[in-house]
Protein backbone atom coordinates (compact mmCIF):
# COMPACT_ATOMS: atom_id res chain seq x y z
CA UNK A 1 0.00 0.00 0.00
CA UNK A 2 1.74 3.40 -0.91
CA UNK A 3 2.05 5.88 2.13
CA UNK A 4 0.71 8.60 0.49
CA UNK A 5 0.80 11.18 3.68
CA UNK A 6 4.84 9.87 4.04
CA UNK A 7 5.54 10.60 0.22
CA UNK A 8 3.38 13.84 0.47
CA UNK A 9 5.80 15.19 3.46
CA UNK A 10 8.99 14.76 1.18
CA UNK A 11 7.46 16.22 -2.21
CA UNK A 12 8.67 20.00 -2.86
CA UNK A 13 6.37 22.66 -4.29
CA UNK A 14 8.24 23.79 -7.14
CA UNK A 15 7.69 22.65 -11.34
CA UNK A 16 8.73 19.47 -12.25
CA UNK A 17 7.02 16.25 -13.72
CA UNK A 18 6.00 13.14 -11.95
CA UNK A 19 5.72 9.55 -12.60
CA UNK A 20 3.86 7.02 -11.35
CA UNK A 21 4.48 3.31 -11.54
CA UNK A 22 2.36 0.40 -10.09
CA UNK A 23 3.82 -2.63 -8.15
CA UNK A 24 5.27 -4.27 -11.21
CA UNK A 25 7.75 -1.19 -11.62
CA UNK A 26 5.68 -0.23 -14.69
CA UNK A 27 4.56 3.63 -15.26
CA UNK A 28 1.08 4.51 -14.82
CA UNK A 29 1.06 8.20 -15.86
CA UNK A 30 3.26 11.17 -16.47
CA UNK A 31 2.05 14.75 -15.22
CA UNK A 32 3.78 18.19 -15.24
CA UNK A 33 3.13 20.12 -12.44
CA UNK A 34 3.43 24.23 -11.43
CA UNK A 35 3.22 22.93 -7.64
CA UNK A 36 4.42 19.19 -7.34
CA UNK A 37 2.98 18.80 -3.64
CA UNK A 38 0.48 20.65 -4.64
CA UNK A 39 -0.87 18.77 -7.67
CA UNK A 40 0.24 15.26 -6.30
CA UNK A 41 -1.86 15.77 -3.18
CA UNK A 42 -4.91 16.37 -5.15
CA UNK A 43 -4.97 12.35 -6.02
CA UNK A 44 -4.71 11.39 -2.70
CA UNK A 45 -7.70 13.98 -1.29
CA UNK A 46 -10.78 12.24 0.31
CA UNK A 47 -13.49 13.45 -2.24
CA UNK A 48 -13.58 15.06 -5.50
CA UNK A 49 -12.23 12.32 -7.45
CA UNK A 50 -13.89 10.66 -10.44
CA UNK A 51 -14.27 6.95 -10.78
CA UNK A 52 -11.22 6.38 -13.27
CA UNK A 53 -8.73 8.49 -11.33
CA UNK A 54 -9.59 6.52 -8.27
CA UNK A 55 -9.18 3.04 -10.47
CA UNK A 56 -5.35 4.81 -11.36
CA UNK A 57 -4.35 5.73 -7.48
CA UNK A 58 -5.34 2.41 -6.50
CA UNK A 59 -2.86 0.95 -8.62
CA UNK A 60 0.09 3.32 -7.01
CA UNK A 61 2.89 1.30 -5.68
CA UNK A 62 5.56 4.61 -6.10
CA UNK A 63 5.88 7.95 -7.10
CA UNK A 64 9.18 9.56 -8.62
CA UNK A 65 9.44 13.46 -9.45
CA UNK A 66 11.71 15.33 -11.64
CA UNK A 67 12.12 19.19 -10.71
CA UNK A 68 12.74 22.05 -13.44
CA UNK A 69 13.23 25.55 -13.74
CA UNK A 70 9.77 26.44 -15.12
CA UNK A 71 6.38 24.52 -15.96
CA UNK A 72 7.59 25.08 -19.95
CA UNK A 73 10.29 22.72 -19.08
CA UNK A 74 8.25 20.67 -17.17
CA UNK A 75 5.92 20.57 -19.95
CA UNK A 76 8.63 20.10 -22.31
CA UNK A 77 9.72 16.91 -20.49
CA UNK A 78 6.50 15.73 -19.63
CA UNK A 79 6.18 14.86 -23.53
CA UNK A 80 8.77 13.75 -24.06
CA UNK A 81 8.45 10.96 -21.42
CA UNK A 82 5.21 10.42 -22.86
CA UNK A 83 6.32 9.10 -26.28
CA UNK A 84 8.95 7.00 -24.93
CA UNK A 85 7.38 5.14 -22.28
CA UNK A 86 3.34 5.79 -23.46
CA UNK A 87 2.08 5.25 -20.39
CA UNK A 88 -2.01 3.47 -20.21
CA UNK A 89 -3.25 6.26 -18.66
CA UNK A 90 -2.03 9.18 -20.27
CA UNK A 91 -3.75 11.05 -23.31
CA UNK A 92 -2.25 8.48 -26.56
CA UNK A 93 -1.82 9.56 -29.99
CA UNK A 94 -1.73 6.54 -31.81
CA UNK A 95 -0.57 8.09 -35.32
CA UNK A 96 2.17 10.57 -34.56
CA UNK A 97 3.80 10.30 -38.51
CA UNK A 98 4.85 13.95 -39.49
CA UNK A 99 2.46 15.57 -42.28
CA UNK A 100 3.17 15.58 -45.96
CA UNK A 101 4.88 18.50 -48.02
CA UNK A 102 4.84 19.68 -51.63
CA UNK A 103 8.84 20.26 -52.08
CA UNK A 104 9.61 22.44 -54.89
CA UNK A 105 13.61 22.05 -55.40
CA UNK A 106 15.71 24.98 -55.54
CA UNK A 107 19.18 23.83 -56.71
CA UNK A 108 18.58 23.20 -59.86
CA UNK A 109 18.04 25.29 -63.13
CA UNK A 110 14.94 23.13 -64.17
CA UNK A 111 13.01 22.92 -60.51
CA UNK A 112 11.14 19.77 -59.65
CA UNK A 113 8.00 19.53 -57.70
CA UNK A 114 7.34 16.52 -55.36
CA UNK A 115 5.73 14.99 -52.79
CA UNK A 116 7.37 14.84 -49.38
CA UNK A 117 7.25 13.64 -46.03
CA UNK A 118 10.01 13.78 -43.75
CA UNK A 119 13.07 15.65 -42.42
CA UNK A 120 13.60 19.16 -44.61
CA UNK A 121 17.26 18.45 -46.02
CA UNK A 122 16.79 19.34 -49.30
CA UNK A 123 17.22 22.09 -50.39
CA UNK A 124 13.91 24.31 -51.68
CA UNK A 125 10.62 25.34 -50.94
CA UNK A 126 8.46 23.16 -48.54
CA UNK A 127 4.81 24.74 -48.64
CA UNK A 128 2.07 22.98 -46.42
CA UNK A 129 1.35 20.71 -44.24
CA UNK A 130 -0.98 18.68 -45.76
CA UNK A 131 -3.40 16.63 -43.95
CA UNK A 132 -3.47 13.19 -45.41
CA UNK A 133 -1.74 11.72 -48.62
CA UNK A 134 -4.37 12.50 -51.08
CA UNK A 135 -4.30 16.22 -50.53
CA UNK A 136 -0.95 16.50 -51.50
CA UNK A 137 -1.83 14.23 -54.31
CA UNK A 138 -4.66 16.52 -55.66
CA UNK A 139 -2.67 19.52 -55.03
CA UNK A 140 0.18 17.85 -57.50
CA UNK A 141 -1.73 16.59 -59.25
CA UNK A 142 -3.43 20.51 -60.73
CA UNK A 143 -0.34 22.07 -60.58
CA UNK A 144 0.88 19.64 -62.84
CA UNK A 145 -1.79 19.91 -65.56
CA UNK A 146 -1.75 23.77 -64.95
CA UNK A 147 1.93 24.70 -64.57
CA UNK A 148 3.55 21.78 -66.28
CA UNK A 149 6.28 21.52 -63.95
CA UNK A 150 8.51 18.50 -64.06
CA UNK A 151 8.16 15.62 -61.10
CA UNK A 152 10.65 12.94 -62.29
CA UNK A 153 13.60 11.98 -59.91
CA UNK A 154 17.05 13.90 -60.48
CA UNK A 155 18.50 10.69 -61.81
CA UNK A 156 15.97 9.87 -64.18
CA UNK A 157 16.05 13.85 -65.54
CA UNK A 158 19.82 13.63 -66.38
CA UNK A 159 19.53 10.65 -68.47
CA UNK A 160 16.69 11.53 -71.07
CA UNK A 161 17.20 11.65 -74.68
CA UNK A 162 13.57 12.14 -75.63
CA UNK A 163 10.33 13.43 -74.01
CA UNK A 164 8.49 11.22 -71.10
CA UNK A 165 4.68 10.05 -70.88
CA UNK A 166 4.26 13.57 -69.03
CA UNK A 167 5.32 15.86 -72.00
CA UNK A 168 2.38 13.97 -74.24
CA UNK A 169 -0.30 13.81 -72.13
CA UNK A 170 0.37 17.90 -71.26
CA UNK A 171 1.69 17.83 -67.80
CA UNK A 172 5.24 18.95 -68.26
CA UNK A 173 7.41 20.61 -71.11
CA UNK A 174 9.96 18.27 -71.55
CA UNK A 175 13.28 20.66 -69.87
CA UNK A 176 15.13 17.55 -69.87
CA UNK A 177 15.70 17.77 -73.44
CA UNK A 178 15.34 21.50 -73.85
CA UNK A 179 11.99 22.12 -75.17
CA UNK A 180 11.23 24.96 -73.22
CA UNK A 181 13.64 27.76 -72.22
CA UNK A 182 15.20 27.81 -68.49
CA UNK A 183 13.26 31.54 -68.41
CA UNK A 184 9.65 30.12 -69.66
CA UNK A 185 10.22 27.32 -67.11
CA UNK A 186 11.16 29.46 -64.16
CA UNK A 187 8.03 31.82 -64.71
CA UNK A 188 5.73 28.60 -64.36
CA UNK A 189 7.90 27.96 -61.06
CA UNK A 190 6.97 31.03 -60.14
CA UNK A 191 3.21 30.59 -60.34
CA UNK A 192 3.66 27.24 -58.68
CA UNK A 193 4.65 29.01 -55.79
CA UNK A 194 2.48 31.79 -56.02
CA UNK A 195 -0.68 29.40 -55.97
CA UNK A 196 1.28 27.37 -53.09
CA UNK A 197 1.37 30.75 -51.23
CA UNK A 198 -2.39 31.64 -51.62
CA UNK A 199 -1.85 34.26 -54.60
CA UNK A 200 -3.94 32.81 -56.66
CA UNK A 201 -5.53 36.27 -57.84
CA UNK A 202 -2.19 37.77 -58.38
CA UNK A 203 -1.29 34.89 -60.85
CA UNK A 204 -4.47 35.50 -62.76
CA UNK A 205 -3.34 39.20 -62.75
CA UNK A 206 -0.32 37.99 -64.77
CA UNK A 207 -1.48 35.35 -66.67
CA UNK A 208 -4.46 38.09 -68.12
CA UNK A 209 -1.92 40.66 -68.80
CA UNK A 210 0.39 38.27 -70.71
CA UNK A 211 -2.21 36.44 -72.28
CA UNK A 212 -2.87 39.82 -74.33
CA UNK A 213 0.63 40.28 -75.39
CA UNK A 214 0.80 37.06 -76.63
CA UNK A 215 -2.31 37.10 -78.67
CA UNK A 216 -1.40 41.13 -79.54
CA UNK A 217 1.95 39.49 -80.88
CA UNK A 218 -0.43 36.55 -82.83
CA UNK A 219 1.06 34.15 -80.58
CA UNK A 220 -2.02 32.33 -80.22
CA UNK A 221 -1.31 29.31 -78.95
CA UNK A 222 0.76 30.56 -76.12
CA UNK A 223 -1.85 32.83 -75.43
CA UNK A 224 -4.34 29.27 -75.68
CA UNK A 225 -2.04 28.31 -73.42
CA UNK A 226 -2.31 30.99 -70.66
CA UNK A 227 -6.29 31.01 -70.95
CA UNK A 228 -6.43 27.51 -69.86
CA UNK A 229 -4.14 27.82 -66.44
CA UNK A 230 -6.67 31.10 -66.08
CA UNK A 231 -9.82 28.85 -66.28
CA UNK A 232 -8.24 26.26 -64.26
CA UNK A 233 -7.31 28.60 -61.17
CA UNK A 234 -11.03 30.72 -61.75
CA UNK A 235 -12.72 27.19 -61.43
CA UNK A 236 -10.23 25.64 -58.17
CA UNK A 237 -10.93 29.34 -56.46
CA UNK A 238 -15.26 29.02 -57.00
CA UNK A 239 -14.58 25.08 -55.75
CA UNK A 240 -12.50 26.27 -52.02
CA UNK A 241 -13.65 27.30 -49.24
CA UNK A 242 -12.14 30.79 -48.61
CA UNK A 243 -11.23 33.36 -46.47
CA UNK A 244 -10.30 37.10 -47.07
CA UNK A 245 -7.76 37.13 -44.28
CA UNK A 246 -4.33 34.89 -44.82
CA UNK A 247 -2.69 33.40 -42.58
CA UNK A 248 -1.83 29.81 -41.09
CA UNK A 249 -4.00 28.76 -38.84
CA UNK A 250 -5.04 25.43 -37.06
CA UNK A 251 -9.00 24.84 -36.04
CA UNK A 252 -9.46 22.19 -33.32
CA UNK A 253 -12.51 20.70 -32.08
CA UNK A 254 -12.84 18.13 -29.38
CA UNK A 255 -15.65 16.09 -28.33
CA UNK A 256 -15.91 12.97 -25.40
CA UNK A 257 -18.36 10.24 -24.65
CA UNK A 258 -18.47 6.47 -23.28
CA UNK A 259 -14.89 6.47 -22.45
CA UNK A 260 -14.03 7.70 -26.05
CA UNK A 261 -12.86 10.69 -27.13
CA UNK A 262 -12.26 12.79 -30.75
CA UNK A 263 -10.49 15.79 -31.53
CA UNK A 264 -10.93 17.22 -35.51
CA UNK A 265 -8.17 19.14 -36.96
CA UNK A 266 -8.91 21.81 -40.09
CA UNK A 267 -5.79 22.73 -41.45
CA UNK A 268 -5.72 26.30 -42.80
CA UNK A 269 -2.83 27.54 -44.83
CA UNK A 270 -3.08 30.95 -46.76
CA UNK A 271 -6.79 31.58 -45.55
CA UNK A 272 -7.86 27.79 -47.65
CA UNK A 273 -8.68 24.89 -45.93
CA UNK A 274 -6.51 22.23 -46.94
CA UNK A 275 -8.38 19.73 -45.20
CA UNK A 276 -8.75 18.02 -41.86
CA UNK A 277 -8.13 15.00 -40.21
CA UNK A 278 -9.48 13.17 -36.80
CA UNK A 279 -7.94 11.68 -33.91
CA UNK A 280 -8.88 9.43 -31.54
CA UNK A 281 -7.18 9.69 -28.83
CA UNK A 282 -6.74 6.50 -26.07
CA UNK A 283 -7.35 8.27 -22.98
CA UNK A 284 -8.33 5.89 -19.20
CA UNK A 285 -9.51 8.91 -16.47
CA UNK A 286 -12.51 10.22 -18.46
CA UNK A 287 -11.02 13.71 -19.19
CA UNK A 288 -13.72 16.96 -20.23
CA UNK A 289 -13.54 18.45 -23.67
CA UNK A 290 -10.96 20.80 -22.31
CA UNK A 291 -8.72 18.33 -20.52
CA UNK A 292 -8.93 16.29 -23.29
CA UNK A 293 -7.36 19.52 -25.67
CA UNK A 294 -5.05 20.47 -22.91
CA UNK A 295 -3.38 16.76 -22.98
CA UNK A 296 -3.98 16.26 -26.95
CA UNK A 297 -2.00 20.06 -27.55
CA UNK A 298 1.65 19.85 -26.75
CA UNK A 299 1.58 16.12 -27.71
CA UNK A 300 0.19 16.81 -30.96
CA UNK A 301 2.53 19.88 -31.73
CA UNK A 302 5.86 19.19 -29.50
CA UNK A 303 6.86 15.68 -30.14
CA UNK A 304 8.13 15.00 -33.54
CA UNK A 305 9.01 18.01 -36.33
CA UNK A 306 5.01 18.78 -36.98
CA UNK A 307 4.85 22.48 -38.01
CA UNK A 308 3.45 24.74 -35.62
CA UNK A 309 1.02 27.20 -37.10
CA UNK A 310 0.82 30.89 -35.31
CA UNK A 311 -2.45 30.55 -34.49
CA UNK A 312 -4.42 27.78 -33.21
CA UNK A 313 -8.69 28.33 -32.35
CA UNK A 314 -10.30 26.11 -30.46
CA UNK A 315 -13.66 25.02 -29.20
CA UNK A 316 -12.62 25.06 -25.66
CA UNK A 317 -11.42 27.59 -23.35
CA UNK A 318 -8.06 25.80 -21.47
CA UNK A 319 -6.49 26.80 -18.18
CA UNK A 320 -3.16 25.95 -19.38
CA UNK A 321 -3.51 28.05 -22.29
CA UNK A 322 -0.69 30.39 -21.85
CA UNK A 323 1.58 27.65 -20.65
CA UNK A 324 0.75 25.94 -23.78
CA UNK A 325 1.59 29.17 -26.07
CA UNK A 326 4.50 30.00 -24.06
CA UNK A 327 6.21 26.51 -24.65
CA UNK A 328 4.87 26.22 -28.45
CA UNK A 329 6.43 29.83 -29.20
CA UNK A 330 9.53 28.81 -27.55
CA UNK A 331 9.27 25.34 -29.87
CA UNK A 332 8.64 27.12 -33.27
CA UNK A 333 10.83 30.08 -32.61
CA UNK A 334 7.68 32.82 -33.44
CA UNK A 335 5.02 33.98 -31.38
CA UNK A 336 2.03 31.40 -31.27
CA UNK A 337 -1.26 32.55 -29.94
CA UNK A 338 -4.13 29.62 -28.50
CA UNK A 339 -7.44 31.19 -29.18
CA UNK A 340 -11.05 30.50 -27.71
CA UNK A 341 -13.59 33.36 -28.55
CA UNK A 342 -13.87 34.22 -32.00
CA UNK A 343 -16.72 35.83 -34.14
CA UNK A 344 -17.41 35.62 -37.92
CA UNK A 345 -15.36 33.00 -40.44
CA UNK A 346 -13.47 31.55 -37.23
CA UNK A 347 -16.51 31.16 -35.08
CA UNK A 348 -17.69 29.05 -38.33
CA UNK A 349 -14.31 27.43 -38.53
CA UNK A 350 -14.70 26.42 -34.99
CA UNK A 351 -18.49 25.11 -35.24
CA UNK A 352 -17.58 22.76 -38.29
CA UNK A 353 -14.39 21.61 -36.28
CA UNK A 354 -16.33 20.88 -33.70
CA UNK A 355 -19.22 19.29 -35.46
CA UNK A 356 -17.19 17.09 -37.16
CA UNK A 357 -15.66 15.60 -34.17
CA UNK A 358 -19.27 14.73 -32.15
CA UNK A 359 -20.13 13.28 -35.70
CA UNK A 360 -17.14 11.03 -35.93
CA UNK A 361 -16.73 9.67 -32.76
CA UNK A 362 -20.76 8.85 -32.70
CA UNK A 363 -19.83 7.25 -35.51
CA UNK A 364 -16.88 5.32 -34.15
CA UNK A 365 -18.72 4.91 -31.05
CA UNK A 366 -21.28 2.41 -33.10
CA UNK A 367 -18.05 1.27 -35.08
CA UNK A 368 -16.96 -0.08 -31.40
CA UNK A 369 -19.70 -1.57 -30.12
CA UNK A 370 -19.79 -3.84 -33.43
CA UNK A 371 -16.62 -4.80 -32.97
CA UNK A 372 -16.91 -5.33 -28.93
CA UNK A 373 -19.74 -7.66 -29.76
CA UNK A 374 -17.66 -9.59 -32.35
CA UNK A 375 -15.10 -10.32 -30.02
CA UNK A 376 -17.28 -11.35 -27.48
CA UNK A 377 -18.88 -13.92 -29.90
CA UNK A 378 -15.68 -15.42 -30.81
CA UNK A 379 -14.81 -15.75 -27.26
CA UNK A 380 -18.62 -17.48 -26.72
CA UNK A 381 -17.71 -19.93 -29.97
CA UNK A 382 -14.05 -20.54 -28.59
CA UNK A 383 -15.21 -21.23 -25.29
CA UNK A 384 -12.48 -19.16 -23.97
CA UNK A 385 -12.63 -17.83 -20.27
CA UNK A 386 -11.59 -14.28 -20.87
CA UNK A 387 -12.41 -11.95 -23.56
CA UNK A 388 -9.00 -12.16 -26.46
CA UNK A 389 -7.95 -9.09 -26.44
CA UNK A 390 -5.53 -9.31 -29.80
CA UNK A 391 -5.70 -10.96 -32.72
CA UNK A 392 -2.64 -11.33 -35.04
CA UNK A 393 -2.89 -12.46 -38.57
CA UNK A 394 -0.52 -13.93 -41.13
CA UNK A 395 -0.64 -14.19 -44.62
CA UNK A 396 1.50 -14.33 -47.75
CA UNK A 397 1.59 -13.14 -51.55
CA UNK A 398 3.54 -13.37 -54.61
CA UNK A 399 3.53 -13.77 -58.14
CA UNK A 400 4.19 -17.71 -59.36
CA UNK A 401 6.85 -17.16 -56.71
CA UNK A 402 8.18 -14.02 -57.17
CA UNK A 403 9.10 -11.18 -54.62
CA UNK A 404 7.44 -13.42 -51.44
CA UNK A 405 6.36 -11.08 -48.90
CA UNK A 406 4.16 -12.40 -45.42
CA UNK A 407 1.61 -9.72 -43.64
CA UNK A 408 1.13 -9.74 -39.69
CA UNK A 409 -1.44 -7.86 -39.01
CA UNK A 410 -2.88 -6.77 -35.71
CA UNK A 411 -6.04 -5.77 -34.24
CA UNK A 412 -7.43 -5.31 -30.85
CA UNK A 413 -11.13 -4.18 -29.58
CA UNK A 414 -10.29 -1.26 -30.35
CA UNK A 415 -10.04 -1.94 -34.30
CA UNK A 416 -6.87 -2.17 -36.32
CA UNK A 417 -3.35 -1.35 -34.16
CA UNK A 418 -1.47 -0.19 -37.57
CA UNK A 419 1.34 0.81 -35.78
CA UNK A 420 2.09 -3.36 -34.74
CA UNK A 421 1.71 -4.44 -38.10
CA UNK A 422 4.96 -5.99 -40.07
CA UNK A 423 5.96 -7.30 -43.58
CA UNK A 424 8.40 -9.60 -44.30
CA UNK A 425 10.17 -9.64 -47.44
CA UNK A 426 11.02 -13.43 -47.46
CA UNK A 427 14.20 -15.05 -48.71
CA UNK A 428 16.15 -18.52 -49.33
CA UNK A 429 13.07 -20.82 -49.81
CA UNK A 430 12.28 -22.65 -53.05
CA UNK A 431 10.50 -20.09 -55.04
CA UNK A 432 6.02 -20.49 -55.03
CA UNK A 433 6.32 -22.86 -51.18
CA UNK A 434 4.05 -20.70 -48.97
CA UNK A 435 4.91 -23.40 -46.29
CA UNK A 436 8.44 -22.64 -45.81
CA UNK A 437 7.53 -19.13 -46.63
CA UNK A 438 5.10 -18.80 -43.52
CA UNK A 439 7.36 -20.44 -41.27
CA UNK A 440 10.40 -17.86 -41.75
CA UNK A 441 7.47 -14.88 -41.36
CA UNK A 442 6.69 -16.57 -37.85
CA UNK A 443 10.11 -17.52 -37.25
CA UNK A 444 11.41 -13.87 -37.36
CA UNK A 445 7.76 -12.89 -35.81
CA UNK A 446 8.12 -14.42 -32.65
CA UNK A 447 11.57 -14.37 -31.82
CA UNK A 448 10.95 -11.12 -32.02
CA UNK A 449 8.08 -10.76 -29.48
CA UNK A 450 10.22 -13.70 -26.93
CA UNK A 451 12.89 -10.98 -26.63
CA UNK A 452 10.15 -8.09 -25.59
CA UNK A 453 9.88 -6.66 -29.01
CA UNK A 454 5.75 -6.61 -28.30
CA UNK A 455 2.74 -7.64 -27.20
CA UNK A 456 2.07 -11.65 -28.05
CA UNK A 457 -1.74 -12.59 -29.58
CA UNK A 458 -4.28 -14.40 -27.58
CA UNK A 459 -5.25 -15.88 -31.11
CA UNK A 460 -2.96 -16.12 -34.08
CA UNK A 461 -4.97 -16.47 -37.06
CA UNK A 462 -3.43 -18.19 -40.23
CA UNK A 463 -4.48 -17.36 -43.52
CA UNK A 464 -5.05 -20.82 -44.80
CA UNK A 465 -5.32 -24.97 -44.23
CA UNK A 466 -3.71 -27.77 -42.59
CA UNK A 467 0.10 -27.53 -43.91
CA UNK A 468 0.07 -23.61 -42.63
CA UNK A 469 -1.58 -24.46 -39.55
CA UNK A 470 1.36 -27.41 -38.79
CA UNK A 471 3.93 -25.09 -39.68
CA UNK A 472 2.24 -22.22 -37.03
CA UNK A 473 2.31 -25.17 -34.66
CA UNK A 474 6.12 -26.63 -34.92
CA UNK A 475 7.48 -22.85 -34.84
CA UNK A 476 6.17 -21.90 -31.73
CA UNK A 477 6.48 -25.16 -30.33
CA UNK A 478 10.20 -24.76 -31.05
CA UNK A 479 10.01 -20.99 -29.87
CA UNK A 480 8.65 -22.30 -26.49
CA UNK A 481 5.84 -20.25 -27.39
CA UNK A 482 2.76 -20.58 -25.12
CA UNK A 483 -0.54 -19.39 -24.26
CA UNK A 484 -0.82 -18.34 -28.29
CA UNK A 485 -4.46 -20.07 -28.91
CA UNK A 486 -3.83 -20.79 -33.52
CA UNK A 487 -6.91 -20.87 -35.64
CA UNK A 488 -6.44 -21.76 -39.48
CA UNK A 489 -8.91 -19.92 -41.64
CA UNK A 490 -9.48 -22.18 -44.76
CA UNK A 491 -11.48 -20.99 -48.01
CA UNK A 492 -13.72 -24.30 -48.12
CA UNK A 493 -15.00 -26.02 -51.41
CA UNK A 494 -16.55 -23.18 -52.61
CA UNK A 495 -13.85 -20.57 -51.46
CA UNK A 496 -16.45 -17.84 -50.90
CA UNK A 497 -16.82 -15.58 -48.04
CA UNK A 498 -19.17 -16.62 -45.72
CA UNK A 499 -18.20 -20.34 -45.99
CA UNK A 500 -14.39 -20.60 -44.60
CA UNK A 501 -13.57 -23.40 -42.09
CA UNK A 502 -12.05 -22.61 -39.14
CA UNK A 503 -9.37 -25.43 -37.71
CA UNK A 504 -9.05 -24.69 -33.74
CA UNK A 505 -5.99 -26.20 -32.68
CA UNK A 506 -6.59 -25.77 -29.40
CA UNK A 507 -9.72 -27.85 -29.56
CA UNK A 508 -8.60 -30.12 -31.94
CA UNK A 509 -11.37 -29.74 -34.18
CA UNK A 510 -12.83 -27.86 -37.19
CA UNK A 511 -16.15 -25.27 -37.50
CA UNK A 512 -17.74 -23.99 -40.14
CA UNK A 513 -19.95 -20.45 -38.61
CA UNK A 514 -23.13 -19.84 -40.17
CA UNK A 515 -22.59 -16.57 -42.97
CA UNK A 516 -24.24 -14.53 -40.89
CA UNK A 517 -21.93 -14.86 -37.36
CA UNK A 518 -20.48 -11.56 -35.98
CA UNK A 519 -17.15 -13.72 -34.93
CA UNK A 520 -16.94 -14.93 -38.37
CA UNK A 521 -17.29 -11.39 -39.73
CA UNK A 522 -14.67 -10.33 -37.37
CA UNK A 523 -12.19 -13.21 -38.48
CA UNK A 524 -13.26 -12.14 -42.46
CA UNK A 525 -12.35 -8.82 -41.65
CA UNK A 526 -9.24 -9.40 -40.10
CA UNK A 527 -8.19 -12.31 -42.93
CA UNK A 528 -8.96 -9.34 -45.14
CA UNK A 529 -6.88 -6.75 -44.12
CA UNK A 530 -4.02 -9.09 -44.09
CA UNK A 531 -4.42 -10.23 -47.17
CA UNK A 532 -4.74 -6.42 -48.47
CA UNK A 533 -1.34 -5.53 -46.48
CA UNK A 534 0.80 -8.74 -48.16
CA UNK A 535 -0.19 -8.35 -51.53
CA UNK A 536 0.25 -4.49 -50.95
CA UNK A 537 3.86 -5.25 -49.96
CA UNK A 538 4.32 -7.70 -52.90
CA UNK A 539 3.66 -5.29 -55.48
CA UNK A 540 5.83 -2.68 -54.00
CA UNK A 541 8.54 -4.89 -53.76
CA UNK A 542 8.24 -6.58 -57.01
CA UNK A 543 7.45 -3.11 -58.93
CA UNK A 544 10.79 -1.90 -57.52
CA UNK A 545 12.77 -4.90 -58.43
CA UNK A 546 11.35 -4.67 -61.96
CA UNK A 547 12.25 -0.81 -62.16
CA UNK A 548 15.69 -1.46 -61.00
CA UNK A 549 18.45 -1.09 -63.41
CA UNK A 550 20.45 -4.43 -63.50
CA UNK A 551 23.29 -1.85 -63.01
CA UNK A 552 22.41 -1.67 -59.63
CA UNK A 553 23.55 -3.79 -56.82
CA UNK A 554 27.08 -4.53 -58.71
CA UNK A 555 29.78 -3.29 -56.60
CA UNK A 556 31.75 -0.44 -56.95
CA UNK A 557 29.30 0.84 -59.48
CA UNK A 558 26.97 3.56 -57.50
CA UNK A 559 24.97 6.34 -59.18
CA UNK A 560 27.83 8.48 -60.91
CA UNK A 561 29.41 5.48 -62.45
CA UNK A 562 25.91 4.34 -63.39
CA UNK A 563 25.19 7.72 -65.39
CA UNK A 564 28.70 7.70 -66.83
CA UNK A 565 27.79 4.37 -68.37
CA UNK A 566 24.59 5.06 -69.82
CA UNK A 567 26.00 8.50 -71.15
CA UNK A 568 29.19 7.11 -72.74
CA UNK A 569 26.15 4.21 -74.66
CA UNK A 570 23.60 6.02 -74.74
CA UNK A 571 21.30 3.67 -72.97
CA UNK A 572 21.39 0.27 -70.90
CA UNK A 573 20.64 -1.83 -73.89
CA UNK A 574 23.73 -1.02 -75.60
CA UNK A 575 25.96 -1.21 -72.15
CA UNK A 576 24.49 -5.03 -72.54
CA UNK A 577 25.74 -5.18 -75.90
CA UNK A 578 29.55 -3.73 -75.29
CA UNK A 579 32.59 -5.62 -74.32
CA UNK A 580 34.58 -5.79 -71.42
CA UNK A 581 37.14 -3.48 -73.30
CA UNK A 582 34.40 -1.15 -74.33
CA UNK A 583 33.16 -0.71 -71.12
CA UNK A 584 36.65 0.05 -70.15
CA UNK A 585 37.18 2.50 -71.92
CA UNK A 586 34.58 4.60 -69.66
CA UNK A 587 36.05 7.37 -67.63
CA UNK A 588 36.25 6.29 -64.10
CA UNK A 589 35.83 2.47 -64.84
CA UNK A 590 39.32 -0.29 -64.39
CA UNK A 591 39.41 -3.65 -66.18
CA UNK A 592 38.97 -5.00 -63.13
CA UNK A 593 35.34 -3.15 -62.58
CA UNK A 594 34.55 -3.71 -66.42
CA UNK A 595 34.95 -7.56 -66.18
CA UNK A 596 32.87 -7.23 -63.49
CA UNK A 597 29.73 -5.26 -64.76
CA UNK A 598 29.93 -7.65 -67.92
CA UNK A 599 30.10 -10.69 -65.71
CA UNK A 600 26.98 -9.34 -63.76
CA UNK A 601 25.03 -8.62 -67.25
CA UNK A 602 25.73 -11.37 -68.89
CA UNK A 603 24.94 -13.75 -65.71
CA UNK A 604 28.63 -15.47 -65.84
Avoid at 549 to 557: D, R, T
Wanted: charged share 25%; proline share 3%; glycine share 8%.
Amino acid sequence: MFDSKRFLSTVTRKPGVYQMFDAGGKVLYVGKAKNLRNRLGSYFRATGLTAKTMALVEKIADIEVTVTRSETEALVLEQSLIKSQRPPYNVMLKDDKGYPYIFLSSKDTFPRIAFHRGSKRKKGDYFGPFPNASSVRDSLNFLQKTFRIRNCEDSVFANRSRPCLQYQIERCTAPCVDFISPEDYQADVRHAQMFLAGKSDSIIRELADAMEKASASLEFEKAARLRDQIVALRRLQSDQIAESAAGDVDVLGAATSGGLCCVHVLFIRQGRILGSRSYYPSEKLGLESSGLLSAFIPQFYLSGNREVPREILMSEDLEDSELLASALSEKSGKEVQLVHRLRGNRASWVEMAQQAASQNLQSRTASQQKLQDRFEDLQNILQLNELPERLECFDISHSSGEATVASCVVFDTGGPVKSDYRRFNIEGITAGDDYAAMGQALQRRYTRLSKGEGRFPNILLVDGGKGQVRQAIDTLNELGVLGVQIIGVAKGTTRKAGFETLHVVAQNRELVLESDSPALHLIQQVRDEAHRFAITGHRQRRDKKRRESPLEGIPGVGPARRRALLHHFGGLQEVMRASVNQIASVEGVSSKLAQEIYSSLHNE
